[in-house]
Protein backbone atom coordinates (compact mmCIF):
# COMPACT_ATOMS: atom_id res chain seq x y z
CA UNK A 1 0.00 0.00 0.00
CA UNK A 2 1.59 3.29 -0.91
CA UNK A 3 1.62 5.55 1.66
CA UNK A 4 0.92 8.99 0.52
CA UNK A 5 1.26 12.43 1.50
CA UNK A 6 -0.78 15.50 0.34
CA UNK A 7 -0.19 18.92 1.46
CA UNK A 8 -0.90 22.45 0.28
CA UNK A 9 1.41 25.53 0.08
CA UNK A 10 -1.51 27.49 1.52
CA UNK A 11 -2.75 28.09 5.36
CA UNK A 12 -5.47 30.54 4.56
CA UNK A 13 -8.79 29.67 6.42
CA UNK A 14 -11.02 28.48 3.19
CA UNK A 15 -8.09 27.57 0.77
CA UNK A 16 -8.95 26.30 -2.83
CA UNK A 17 -6.29 24.18 -2.76
CA UNK A 18 -6.37 22.60 0.85
CA UNK A 19 -9.85 21.64 -0.73
CA UNK A 20 -8.02 20.20 -3.73
CA UNK A 21 -5.81 18.37 -1.64
CA UNK A 22 -8.49 16.93 0.15
CA UNK A 23 -10.42 16.21 -2.76
CA UNK A 24 -7.22 14.38 -3.78
CA UNK A 25 -6.95 12.73 -0.47
CA UNK A 26 -10.11 10.90 -0.91
CA UNK A 27 -9.38 9.87 -4.13
CA UNK A 28 -6.54 8.22 -3.49
CA UNK A 29 -8.05 6.71 -0.33
CA UNK A 30 -10.67 5.27 -2.59
CA UNK A 31 -7.60 3.54 -4.70
CA UNK A 32 -6.16 2.04 -1.87
CA UNK A 33 -3.37 4.57 -0.31
CA UNK A 34 -2.90 5.09 3.23
CA UNK A 35 -2.98 9.04 2.69
CA UNK A 36 -1.58 11.98 5.32
CA UNK A 37 -2.71 15.08 5.12
CA UNK A 38 -0.50 17.71 5.82
CA UNK A 39 -1.82 21.01 7.06
CA UNK A 40 1.30 23.34 7.03
CA UNK A 41 -0.22 25.68 9.50
CA UNK A 42 0.01 22.76 12.29
CA UNK A 43 3.25 23.74 12.00
CA UNK A 44 5.22 26.64 13.94
CA UNK A 45 7.83 26.99 10.05
CA UNK A 46 10.10 30.20 10.25
CA UNK A 47 11.57 32.04 7.52
CA UNK A 48 14.49 29.83 6.44
CA UNK A 49 17.53 31.13 7.56
CA UNK A 50 21.14 29.36 8.00
CA UNK A 51 22.18 31.31 11.08
CA UNK A 52 18.97 29.75 12.76
CA UNK A 53 19.38 25.81 11.11
CA UNK A 54 22.80 25.92 12.50
CA UNK A 55 22.16 27.24 15.66
CA UNK A 56 19.64 24.11 15.65
CA UNK A 57 16.64 22.65 13.31
CA UNK A 58 13.39 24.37 14.90
CA UNK A 59 11.83 21.21 16.19
CA UNK A 60 8.66 21.29 13.75
CA UNK A 61 11.39 21.57 10.41
CA UNK A 62 12.58 18.35 12.48
CA UNK A 63 8.81 16.81 12.64
CA UNK A 64 8.16 18.24 9.14
CA UNK A 65 11.32 16.38 7.74
CA UNK A 66 10.29 13.26 9.51
CA UNK A 67 6.65 13.13 7.92
CA UNK A 68 8.01 13.88 4.34
CA UNK A 69 10.90 10.94 4.92
CA UNK A 70 8.20 8.64 5.67
CA UNK A 71 6.24 9.01 2.36
CA UNK A 72 7.82 7.94 -0.87
CA UNK A 73 4.88 9.33 -2.71
CA UNK A 74 3.29 12.98 -2.32
CA UNK A 75 0.88 14.88 -3.66
CA UNK A 76 1.68 18.74 -3.92
CA UNK A 77 -1.62 21.25 -4.32
CA UNK A 78 0.39 24.51 -5.13
CA UNK A 79 -1.78 27.82 -5.24
CA UNK A 80 -0.27 30.80 -7.47
CA UNK A 81 0.88 34.06 -6.40
CA UNK A 82 2.12 36.28 -9.48
CA UNK A 83 2.76 33.69 -11.85
CA UNK A 84 4.72 31.29 -9.51
CA UNK A 85 4.34 29.57 -6.49
CA UNK A 86 4.04 31.03 -3.24
CA UNK A 87 6.22 31.65 -0.56
CA UNK A 88 5.41 29.85 1.84
CA UNK A 89 5.30 27.06 -0.39
CA UNK A 90 9.32 27.73 -1.18
CA UNK A 91 10.23 27.87 2.41
CA UNK A 92 8.35 24.59 3.36
CA UNK A 93 10.48 23.33 0.54
CA UNK A 94 13.75 24.51 1.35
CA UNK A 95 13.35 23.98 4.72
CA UNK A 96 12.47 20.37 4.16
CA UNK A 97 15.28 19.99 1.62
CA UNK A 98 18.09 21.71 3.55
CA UNK A 99 21.15 19.04 3.51
CA UNK A 100 22.11 19.96 7.11
CA UNK A 101 25.18 17.70 7.60
CA UNK A 102 24.52 14.48 10.09
CA UNK A 103 20.92 15.70 10.28
CA UNK A 104 18.97 13.24 12.45
CA UNK A 105 16.20 12.64 9.72
CA UNK A 106 18.18 12.80 6.59
CA UNK A 107 21.37 12.07 7.81
CA UNK A 108 24.22 13.57 4.85
CA UNK A 109 22.17 13.30 2.05
CA UNK A 110 22.84 15.69 -0.36
CA UNK A 111 19.26 15.28 -2.21
CA UNK A 112 16.92 14.17 0.81
CA UNK A 113 13.81 14.11 -1.62
CA UNK A 114 15.71 11.91 -4.64
CA UNK A 115 13.27 9.39 -5.47
CA UNK A 116 9.75 10.65 -4.23
CA UNK A 117 7.47 10.32 -6.82
CA UNK A 118 5.30 13.31 -6.96
CA UNK A 119 2.39 14.71 -8.35
CA UNK A 120 1.31 18.40 -8.70
CA UNK A 121 -1.72 19.96 -8.67
CA UNK A 122 -3.11 23.41 -8.52
CA UNK A 123 -6.43 25.47 -7.78
CA UNK A 124 -7.28 29.20 -8.67
CA UNK A 125 -9.69 31.20 -9.04
CA UNK A 126 -8.42 32.30 -12.05
CA UNK A 127 -9.30 30.28 -15.81
CA UNK A 128 -5.47 29.08 -15.89
CA UNK A 129 -6.16 27.85 -12.30
CA UNK A 130 -2.78 27.99 -11.52
CA UNK A 131 -0.85 26.17 -13.83
CA UNK A 132 2.19 28.78 -13.99
CA UNK A 133 2.60 27.94 -10.62
CA UNK A 134 3.53 24.17 -11.77
CA UNK A 135 5.84 25.26 -14.09
CA UNK A 136 7.69 27.12 -11.70
CA UNK A 137 7.34 23.78 -9.08
CA UNK A 138 8.29 21.32 -12.12
CA UNK A 139 11.93 22.28 -12.65
CA UNK A 140 12.34 23.18 -8.55
CA UNK A 141 11.63 19.74 -7.88
CA UNK A 142 13.16 18.04 -10.57
CA UNK A 143 16.10 19.78 -9.58
CA UNK A 144 15.97 17.95 -6.25
CA UNK A 145 15.45 14.68 -7.74
CA UNK A 146 12.21 13.86 -7.48
CA UNK A 147 10.34 11.83 -9.88
CA UNK A 148 7.69 14.11 -10.86
CA UNK A 149 4.57 12.93 -12.90
CA UNK A 150 3.76 14.21 -16.40
CA UNK A 151 0.56 14.21 -15.80
CA UNK A 152 -0.38 17.21 -13.92
CA UNK A 153 -3.55 18.93 -13.34
CA UNK A 154 -4.92 22.63 -12.45
CA UNK A 155 -8.67 23.57 -11.69
CA UNK A 156 -9.64 27.03 -12.67
CA UNK A 157 -12.62 28.86 -11.33
CA UNK A 158 -12.03 26.72 -8.04
CA UNK A 159 -14.39 28.99 -6.34
CA UNK A 160 -17.03 27.28 -8.10
CA UNK A 161 -15.62 24.00 -8.18
CA UNK A 162 -16.41 21.89 -4.89
CA UNK A 163 -19.50 21.12 -3.47
CA UNK A 164 -20.52 21.90 0.29
CA UNK A 165 -18.89 18.40 1.15
CA UNK A 166 -15.70 18.87 -0.87
CA UNK A 167 -16.56 17.12 -3.50
CA UNK A 168 -15.64 18.37 -7.21
CA UNK A 169 -18.53 18.44 -8.60
CA UNK A 170 -18.02 18.42 -12.97
CA UNK A 171 -16.78 15.08 -13.91
CA UNK A 172 -14.17 16.45 -15.97
CA UNK A 173 -12.34 17.96 -13.24
CA UNK A 174 -12.81 14.83 -10.72
CA UNK A 175 -11.04 12.66 -13.62
CA UNK A 176 -8.29 15.02 -14.02
CA UNK A 177 -7.53 15.18 -10.54
CA UNK A 178 -7.62 11.24 -10.26
CA UNK A 179 -5.62 10.78 -13.26
CA UNK A 180 -2.71 12.44 -11.18
CA UNK A 181 -3.61 10.42 -8.20
CA UNK A 182 -4.00 7.16 -10.34
CA UNK A 183 0.05 7.92 -11.79
CA UNK A 184 1.93 9.21 -8.48
CA UNK A 185 0.33 5.30 -6.97
CA UNK A 186 1.35 3.45 -10.42
CA UNK A 187 4.69 4.77 -10.21
CA UNK A 188 5.43 4.60 -6.78
CA UNK A 189 5.00 0.91 -6.60
CA UNK A 190 6.94 0.42 -9.79
CA UNK A 191 10.10 2.16 -8.52
CA UNK A 192 9.43 0.60 -4.77
CA UNK A 193 9.24 -2.58 -6.79
C1 LIG B 1 -2.93 35.86 -6.27
N1 LIG B 1 -3.77 35.07 -7.04
C2 LIG B 1 -3.38 34.66 -8.30
N2 LIG B 1 -4.11 33.73 -9.02
C3 LIG B 1 -3.68 33.31 -10.23
O1 LIG B 1 -4.34 32.48 -10.85
N3 LIG B 1 -2.54 33.81 -10.78
C4 LIG B 1 -1.76 34.72 -10.13
O2 LIG B 1 -0.74 35.09 -10.65
C5 LIG B 1 -2.19 35.17 -8.85
N4 LIG B 1 -1.45 36.09 -8.16
C6 LIG B 1 -1.75 36.36 -6.86
C7 LIG B 1 -0.88 37.14 -6.11
C8 LIG B 1 -1.13 37.36 -4.77
C9 LIG B 1 -0.16 38.16 -3.97
C10 LIG B 1 -2.29 36.84 -4.18
C11 LIG B 1 -2.56 37.07 -2.70
C12 LIG B 1 -3.18 36.11 -4.92
C13 LIG B 1 -5.05 34.61 -6.50
C14 LIG B 1 -4.89 33.24 -5.84
O3 LIG B 1 -4.93 32.25 -6.85
C15 LIG B 1 -6.05 33.04 -4.86
O4 LIG B 1 -5.91 33.95 -3.78
C16 LIG B 1 -6.11 31.61 -4.38
O5 LIG B 1 -7.33 31.46 -3.68
C17 LIG B 1 -4.91 31.30 -3.48
O6 LIG B 1 -4.90 29.93 -3.14
P1 LIG B 1 -5.58 29.39 -1.80
O7 LIG B 1 -5.07 30.18 -0.63
O8 LIG B 1 -7.06 29.57 -1.97
O9 LIG B 1 -5.21 27.95 -1.74
Redesign the pocket.
Known amino acids: MTKLLVF???T?Q???????AHASAAIAQTLGAEVTELELSSLDIPLYNADLEASGTPADVIRLKEIMHAHPAWIV?S??????Y?GLMKNTLDWASSPVKGHPVWGNSQLPFAGKVLGLLS????A???L??LSHLNPLLQGLECWVCPKQYALGR??EAFDASGNLQVEAQRKGVQAVVEQVLWASQRLSA
Not at 14 to 20: E, G, I, T, Y
Not at 79 to 84: D, I, L, R, T, V
Open positions: AGSRHSLNRRLCPEYNGSTASPGLGGRSAG
